[in-house]
């Protein structure tokens, strides 16, 4: 199905299922333990054997000598693969380091061997044998040291409209702040693991990766074997944020090892390893310069952003949302990138705009104040319903000033007072803030098969996965609605590359684009079963579990009585992305309290009013809201990725040094949807909202901060040690 | 004391294998961060590595009602006991380092986190995992208030959080203070406040946090109903 008209009403406009917040039809099988996760499948194949990854002790530099021997005849042991018996590897299209190292090493904890035994007690043991020699070399580890030599990345040149320079150096009023965010890691509950298992020369991987086609190329051409001879398998992911849109060494080395030791070997990533040896999103030191009338009238606005990666990466596209989001005749984006030795540099929820929007969102806080503005009404007088790089370039949809107004409005912001440091409730500083939350809206082709049998049960199947966002009820719900069953009668089969491809999960571009498959699908389904029925004339009304046309009414089932009737295709997509800009908005608004004596920092309350087009399922896109304002007050307050710029890691590597927030944390989130549906971005005029939930929220958590205590932290994290000294003199 | 025969290889062995690895964990041999600038050579062993054979301990214990017996090395932790030898995988590892809460099961009454306890140190003892709870045709009230206010996305801290939010309201009805308990003479209640502190070794990256909240609310409000009436929750 193409689309490159809006879409006219269909039968997703019902809203008979689609649109209702429906209990998750995983439920039941995620919270009684019975779901399987990629390292569980006990299920799926015999005699399995376990792998334990030795990660390198340097960041940078050569192996000079590898001792195996006491490793190779530990008890147990059955194999240690490394890049010396390796054979030949490539190296996939997402990966930016080899994920095997040797003798070349790229990072710290690049894995340089696994250790295969007949149990994890004795593959851990036999790893620690291993005899390493390292000539290790000087690398850059420091991004404020490399800034100055930083260039512009492939791909990513600088724009410009107007004259900034020109219209920055008139405006009467300017900021011109430097704002820094640390490396953050994604660190999902579900460590990265694979079961590998070879028959023949055809490798069946159980894995938990969240772009399975993008994965089947990417072993393809690591382990240079046709695509055709892989299967990815994950039908459950524990979360990944992006941390598991790549393959990673769990499933090369479990490939590599089960082929040395010729049986099956299943490899999780240990918790302490993930942090150095996978990916995380890269530090940003941001300039943003602000050029404004009196009245708030932006002029002149520029974002710069330099960050680092291993050479061949990209940057951090921090600048991103300053492109779109604010009115203002002359602009300026630029991104610098540094190489670093660090481990590689990559996507994390929200990429670009997570980081950017945390210092964007503050410097127009600061504009505002600097302006004697409110700062809502600073944001809605700069609004903008074109793409204010390309005058006429409409929005499809943009709701920005209602998601601030009605945010205001529930979140009581009149009783805020706009002097810092002037609420007190006995020894807290209570304060509030807010920023805007931006977020594209992506289209990407999608594929799904839909079969219908003879008991009126259709099944959904595609290679889409469901990382905690919702997938297996969005799909179901999308089918029963195109089909005009209940819910109970859809089944959703998820995560296989024996599946139709579609679009994955990343860059909140799934629920949508994954959906818009599915009822592509079953739209080809109806034709089919409209065909069976002897159904010729108008278009058949498919509802109740019965079809009925020109007053005849027959049940579904029985246009697959013969047997199953199956209809596959794919939503693709024309150039309305091209035409309109397709975006998502929120209003983000939270109230701190500040401990006036030890400067501990404590969320009250947390409000985003969110429009993204058509709510799919309210239920579990309220918790994908929430979870993303969790993880944006936690990039908020407490997550930094320690990097050892002597030694070139992340010395934080576990969830004791690295800190996320946890219950006590986090107070009660409110969400609210606007009711909207974008005819422009699909047929199921819904967009992404993924993502949304951290965009912004961070800013809005500093600006509550500095509401409270009247202490300005431009470099992220927000801690009490960088409150601390600065609080007002206790009365 | 004198250590002789069996007994003392199986010592030797076992204080070995601890060893190896508490190695691991802490600074392991091969994790260490070396200078940039200088040749690394791997840190020296004192001699050859002598090869132990796993030290392997019988233990019997109950699982989820069932009585089990299960021959193991000694290094197993109850964590992989459950999910290698019984093939209870419900119970989740996020961390093996007690840093998650994704692997807490309840043990003789108690919630632990079975990442940081050896199987073998279970000898006799009663444990339930979240299969231990209920299934998906007939859902312990937690189970079925998680799945009523959506507290879970991608569900993998989820058995931990379940195990720990049964737990937990068992704490509070037993008396037990916290860290926010206010006075430690009155019986603590179900309040958000004692909730959110008494789950916050359970961590769920995907954010459910307000979620688990409202769920436990409604199970801990249903149980204090019940109480009055008279009857014993399930
Ligand atoms: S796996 Fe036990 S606490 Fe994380
Ligand atoms: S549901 Fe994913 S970590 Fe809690």
Redesign the interface.
């Known amino acids: 199905m193409k689309f490159d008209t809006p879409a006219a009403a269909n039968p997703i406009d019902q809203l008979k299922v689609v649109g209702k917040a429906t209990?998750?039809i995983?439920?039941?099988?995620?919270?009684?333990?019975?779901?399987?996760?990629a390292?569980?499948r006990?299920d799926v194949v015999a005699n399995q054997a376990h792998g334990f990854i030795?990660?390198s002790?340097?960041?940078?530099?050569r192996i000079?000598r590898m001792?195996i021997a006491?490793a190779k005849?530990?008890?147990?042991v059955i194999a240690v693969v490394t890049a010396e018996n390796a054979g030949t590897l490539g190296k996939g299209k997402w990966n930016t380091a080899a994920l095997l190292g040797g003798p070349e090493i790229q990072h710290?904890?690049q894995a340089v061997a696994l250790v295969v035994a007949e149990?994890?007690?004795?593959a851990?043991?036999a790893?620690?044998?291993?005899?390493?020699?390292?000539?290790?070399?000087?690398?850059a580890y420091d991004l404020a040291a490399a800034r100055n030599g930083a260039t512009v990345a492939k791909g990513e040149p600088d724009s410009t409209v107007g004259d900034f320079n020109g219209a920055y150096t008139a405006a009467p009023v300017q900021l011109d702040a430097t704002y820094t965010t640390p490396d953050q890691g994604?660190?999902?509950?579900?460590?990265h693991a694979t079961i590998a298992a070879w028959n023949g020369d055809k490798l069946t991987l159980w894995t938990a990766n969240q772009m399975i086609n993008w994965g089947v190329k990417d072993v393809s051409q690591t382990l240079n074997i046709p695509e055709e001879n892989i299967r990815l398998i994950s039908p459950?992911?524990?979360?990944?944020?992006g941390g598991k849109l790549f393959v990673r060494s769990d499933a090369l080395m479990a490939a590599l090892g089960a082929k040395v030791a010729g049986r099956p070997v299943k490899v999780?990533l240990?918790?302490?390893l993930m942090f150095n040896n996978t990916t995380h999103r890269p530090a940003t030191i941001q300039r943003i310069r602000i050029g404004a009338t009196r009245e708030g009238r932006i002029t002149a606005i520029g974002h710069e952003s330099w960050s680092g990666d291993l050479p061949g990466g990209k940057p951090e596209t921090a600048v991103q949302q300053t492109r779109l989001l604010y009115a203002g005749a002359n602009r300026l984006t630029a991104m610098r990138l540094a190489v670093l030795d660090l481990p590689e540099g990559n996507a994390m929820r929200a990429p670009g705009e997570a980081p950017g929007l945390m210092a964007l969102e503050v410097a127009m806080d600061e504009m505002a104040e600097k302006l004697g503005m409110d700062p809502i009404q600073f944001r809605i007088l700069n609004d903008t319903q074109e793409d204010p790089e390309k005058p006429g370039r409409p929005y499809s949809q943009r709701q920005l000033t209602e998601c601030l107004r009605q945010g205001a409005e529930r979140f009581g912001w009149a009783k805020r007072d706009p002097k810092p440091a002037s609420v007190r409730e006995g020894r807290w500083l209570v304060g509030m803030g807010m920023a805007a939350g931006f977020r594209n809206n992506l289209v990407t082709k999608s594929a799904a098969r839909v079969r219908l049998d003879g008991q009126g049960m259709v099944t959904v199947e595609t290679d889409m996965t469901d990382?905690?966002?919702?997938t297996y009820t969005i799909i179901a719900q999308t089918a029963a609605e195109t089909m005009g069953v209940p819910l109970d009668k859809v089944a959703v089969r998820l995560g296989d590359s024996n599946f139709p491809v579609s679009c994955g999960s990343g860059g909140q571009w799934g629920a949508n684009n994954s959906t818009a498959g599915v009822y592509a699908a079953c739209m080809k389904l109806r034709q089919s079963v409209a065909r069976k029925l002897g159904f010729n004339a108008a278009e058949p009304h498919f509802a109740d579990g019965h079809v009925s046309s020109g007053g005849h009414t027959v049940p579904l089932a029985q246009a697959a009585k013969d047997g199953d009737l199956v209809a596959e295709d794919q939503i693709e997509y024309g150039d309305l992305d091209k035409k309109y800009q397709q975006s998502t908005f929120a209003g983000h608004f939270v109230e701190v309290a500040v401990d006036s004596a030890t400067g501990e920092i404590r969320l009250r309350r947390m409000l985003a009013v969110c429009a993204a087009g058509r709510i799919l399922n309210p239920?579990?896109a309220?918790?994908?809201v929430?979870?993303?304002?969790?993880?944006g007050a936690g990039a908020a307050l407490m997550e930094e990725l320690a990097v050892?710029k002597?030694?070139?890691?992340f010395v934080n590597h576990?969830?004791?040094g690295y800190e996320?927030?946890?219950?006590?944390d986090?107070?009660?989130?409110e969400v609210v949807f606007l009711d909207e549906v974008d005819p422009i971005s699909s047929p199921m005029k819904a967009k992404g909202v993924g993502e949304l939930g951290i965009c912004g929220v961070g800013a809005a958590v500093a600006n509550a901060v500095y509401n409270a205590t009247g202490v300005r932290v431009r470099d992220y994290p927000v801690t009490l040690d960088k409150v601390l000294d600065h609080l007002p003199e206790m009365t | 004391m004198r250590n002789h025969g069996n007994a003392d290889v199986s010592r030797r062995g076992l204080l070995l294998g601890a060893a190896a690895s508490a190695a691991l964990t802490a600074t392991p041999r091969h994790g260490q961060a070396m200078p940039a600038d200088a040749d690394v050579p791997s840190a020296p062993h004192p001699g050859p590595v002598p090869i132990m054979n796993p030290v392997m301990n019988r233990v019997s214990l109950t699982v989820n009602g069932a009585a089990q017996t299960l021959e193991m090395d000694t290094r197993t932790t109850l964590l992989d006991a459950l999910r290698e030898h019984l093939r209870l995988t419900g119970t989740k590892k996020g961390c093996d380092h007690g840093q998650c809460g994704a692997c807490t099961v309840i043990v003789d009454g108690r919630r632990i986190n079975s990442c940081l306890t050896l199987a073998v140190m279970h000898e006799g003892g009663s444990v339930t995992t979240v299969e231990g709870l209920g299934t998906p045709a007939k859902l312990h009230p937690m189970q079925a208030a998680f799945v009523k206010h959506d507290g879970y996305q991608c569900g993998y801290c989820t058995p931990g959080q379940i195990c720990s939010a049964v737990a937990v309201l068992d704490e509070i009805k037993a008396g037990i203070p916290s860290h926010v308990t206010a006075s430690l003479t009155d019986a603590p209640q179900a309040t958000n406040a004692e909730m959110r502190e008494r789950m916050s070794g359970n961590v769920c990256r995907c954010g459910a946090y307000s979620n688990i909240l409202e769920a436990m609310t409604e199970v801990a409000g249903q149980k204090m109903a019940d109480q009055q009436n008279g009857r014993d929750p399930a």
């Open positions: 209990d998750r995983d439920g039941p099988l995620k919270t009684t333990g019975t779901a399987p996760y390292y569980e006990h030795l990660g002790a340097i960041a940078k530099g000079s001792d006491a005849v530990a008890p147990g710290y904890h149990t994890f007690e004795q851990r043991d790893a620690g044998l291993i005899k390493v020699d390292y000539q290790a070399e000087a690398g994604h660190a999902m509950m579900e460590p459950y992911i524990g979360g990944g944020f999780a240990t918790r302490p990382i905690g966002t919702g239920k579990s309220r918790s994908q929430i979870g993303a304002m969790t993880m050892d002597r030694r070139g890691f576990d969830l004791a996320v927030p946890v219950h006590a986090i107070p009660h989130q």
